[in-house]
């Protein structure tokens, strides 16, 4: 269960009735100013970091290896786009449980990222196998 979509309410609820409490209702002018305040803060830095994700392709990120590096169990998919600068592909279907998506880079690696309830849960990491073409090409070169 996740108890953040509880506490939160609750724990705004709890400072406005000890805003209240100990202030009157000058207390609850400013606790709710604060409170919607803080709520401001979070939707203009969702907008930020969707509004960077709209200028790039869907699914591309510059280094799959810098991100999967980068990448730890507990992130929010938020946090993921904004290291991304990119939405990823979705891989699973639409609104199930656990959310699969995928970032490319330009060297066709791929990293696969599993969320279960909007946090990262496992993460996956794949780079192309090397093409046989190319090692005689570079061993020709070479004087």
């Not at 000058?26 to 970091?49: A, E, Q």
């Not at 279960?116 to 070169?141: D, I, N, T």
């Amino acid at each position: 269960m996740n108890f953040q979509r509880i506490l939160i309410p609750v724990a705004g609820v709890a400072v406005v009735l000890m805003a209240y409490r100990f202030y009157g209702w000058l207390g609850v002018v400013g606790s709710v100013g604060v409170l919607v305040f803080w709520l401001l803060l979070h939707f203009t830095r969702l907008l930020h970091i969707l509004k960077r994700a709209a200028n790039r392709p869907i699914g591309h990120v510059d280094s799959a290896v810098m991100l999967n590096a980068k990448l730890k169990p507990g992130m929010t998919l938020m946090h993921v786009v904004a290291m991304t600068r990119s939405l990823g592909v979705l891989q699973s279907p639409k609104a199930a449980q656990p959310e699969i998506y995928r970032w490319t880079d330009g060297s066709d690696s791929h990293l696969t990222c599993i969320f279960a309830s909007g946090k990262l849960a496992e993460h996956a990491m794949v780079r192309p196998a090397p093409q046989a073409a190319q090692a005689p090409e570079a061993a020709q070169a070479a004087p």
